[in-house]
């Protein structure tokens, strides 16, 4: 097979890797490895699993200099960003290690036999229980945080679930470096050998969502790559649950009110945040809605300044930064559509891109203008009047999340706006920016397609529930039961015969 | 459009029904209600929630006698058994009503803002929020508890969405009138128009799971007719989700000790479990792993002394029948396998079957024999020792449920056994019999594809996880927050900041 490639995006210069793609017979080693390796976890109580998810973050943290250098290298996102990032990583490991030993995320529930209203009942005791060798792809925009090492691995980890991650192309030295200390992490701990591993190539991809042996697959990426893979998985005699975390315009409004009492700030966050990371956020904010007032005019000024002012923007790889030149042009040569302003041009033969600021009446707001266009490029959307706005709220997918600036007497009286961002959206950022995801209980990174197509987040300790089912035993004898459905007083909360219970504390 | 036919399973006797498949502009009105209506429930708390859920319960209820009358003359399953069914129904509505006021499914979350050791986090809070309209496929073998009333529409509604139930061409005017006892209900309460509404035709479901407004899908029937839906909303340019509860053939495993000490009680249960409702329940024990030993033996006399014994079974309908025919011939007629013995055969001209036990040999047991085969018949599996038997076991796919009869001193020695079984199935039953599911917050009605194709049950009160999807509030003022994300006490159980807490009581 071919060799796997590595390029520097600042310069385009491409080398090899050693590294070789995966061919099918290799996959499938990958795979009944992992089988294995879940058979073995199965045997692992919750405490053995908390110290792999630190001693993985501990180990991380170790290699952090030779990882952030060689993600820099081949993503151009700056060694502060990466750094920030790897952070995020190894704080997200050690929360899901707190999840697990917490243990609320099993669901246990005991309900004794008994008479009900509807007839004697058996004894049935109920947990959620890990799924089986998962697969997780590699995104391109954050080499540290949803690729080898992320929340999907994190998650999927912390279920007890083995992980084969296929690596994005876009960064094959970091993801190489990043699942060998993972590995070595759980082989110091003396875990079986399949519980991570990395693979490369797009068919070696294909193959493993396919692979009989593999119960689920989680995808940050694009969304004709989630498509596809999805399609993949719908072929399967067994298709399996997919979590694809796909794309978004994120909306932002500001109200008249808002841009009148702050409208220069706005203008100036509003930059920040689609420019963030070369605008290569899922929740890079893609549509801006500004009144067309004087105060909205004022926003679009400051705005404008802050892209004049912006540097040229290093893109991931050559296909993003191909796609985002396209989208570009296409999006200026519509009708209806104006530049409004351009940061620097890049020099050299880096995937080097400007910042472009775009405006458009909200009553041309249709099909063309909708489509996430990934990298920084805002198109404002100038509105007069509720109606108006409302009216091109409606024409828009669901995204990932919507933002909505308010004027300061204002939350009471916006039901129906704030009615209509909610479906379009699974997060609603108020008076913020939507960019930045922090890692929380009270996160949600997902919503209605096609921002994802689950019902549940891929950021935040709850991401577990991804990859587990829930299992239960009738009328089974306590050497049957796992310990934490046993009679005895257990250190997790459980709902007992109908009701929700805490461990005794103290 | 063409009229929709009652048929008398006992008899074959054809009567109209007034009732008529629905149009597509039918369907499309029926859906854009459906959108209305959930609308309109937005604005409605959970306290109205229960008591809608427990008017329902009172509905039906009251119209029990004429309910139950209708469902036998369209099912044949006899008075006894759905007057059951009905209990269970409205049980279930009221548990679901209790689900709801206890308020912990909205898994509220809160979270301050304030620094963490990866910078300062905002102010973030989520729960789950309904979907939207929810489409309900009615099953044939359970027209009053998985059909119009039922465990779908029961955790759909008390989600908050909108319910569109497509009825099963087995019993139009037992769906009709469940429909309209729970229209009546809603209406008494104010509710809008489209909170429930029942269609009839089979383009008319088709239709439904491809339409814009349809948020999920839940569908309790044949891994074919499941497999259809899932293929058509794949289709979709949003997939959404499919709840499929879809089949299995539910092994039952007797161990030698088990054999040995209570065979003939075993074999008895066993007749009992796989006749029930005519062996039309997608929990019937299809493949009974029996020790070819002495007491094996026994344990086979005793089933078979039962089903000698055993009456003619009435089948739900023609399809079925014919279903049942032919696949109890086709097993009847493979190499390996033989009949063990019949029940008495039917007369008439009603969709009558003999109940039927067949045997084969552990050794022999491949793809022919592993599907599901509806209807009393049940295929003795005679096996030589713990190896044979987890080699037959491992050539199945998963089911719902799995049950083991043990030894009494067996328990702690059965790992391997109970492994085999925990990776096929959702549920494991020990020393008992699949067949009734009890409503209860510790069940699990569920399990890898083919069993269903989720992560989630679709009986208890969990199952209302399936119509919620996760919200994210990011620094919103309390005005703009749901009551039960505010910061002052909430009756509910909260996860703040990390800890998860109850309702103060007293």
Redesign the interface.
Known sequence: MSEVLSTDPRTGATTGTGIKQHTPAEVDEAATRARAAF?DL?TRDRAWRTRLLRAMADELDERRSEIVRTADAETGLGEARLN?EL??TC?QLRLFADTVA?G?YL?A???HAGE????P??D???ML?P??PVVVFGASNFPLAFSVPGGDTAAALAAGCPVIVKAHQSHPRTAELCGSALAAAAKALGAPDGIIAVVYGREAGARLVQHPEV?AVGFTGSRGGGRAL??LI?QRP????FYGELSGINPLVVTEEAAAERGAEIGTGLAGSFTLGAGQFCTKPGLAFVPRTDAGDRLLESLSEAVTASGAQVLLNKNIWESFASGADYLSSLSGVTGVSSGAAGEGNGFTAQVRLLSIDATAVDDRVVDECFGPLLLAVRYSGREELLGALARL?PSLTATVHLGEEE??S?REL??EL?ELS???????YPTGV???????H?????AT?????SVGP?AI??F??????????A??LPPELRDEPAAI?R?VD?V?T?PATG
Chains 1, 2 share one sequence.
């Open positions: 058979n199965a920030g952070t995020r704080f917490e609320s669901e529930t005991i309900d009900t209203e509807v007839g009942r058996p049935l005791r109920r229980i799924l089986g119960t999805l399609d719908n067994d298709p399996i649950p997918e939350a009471a916006s704030l009615d909610r699974g997060r609603l950022v108020v008076d913020g922090a890692v929380a209980w009270a996160q949600h997902g919503g209605p397609w096609p197509n689950a019902v549940h987040t709850t529930r991804r587990l089912r829930p299992y239960a035993w009738q009328n089974a004898p050497a049957v909360p709902r109908g929700l805490l």
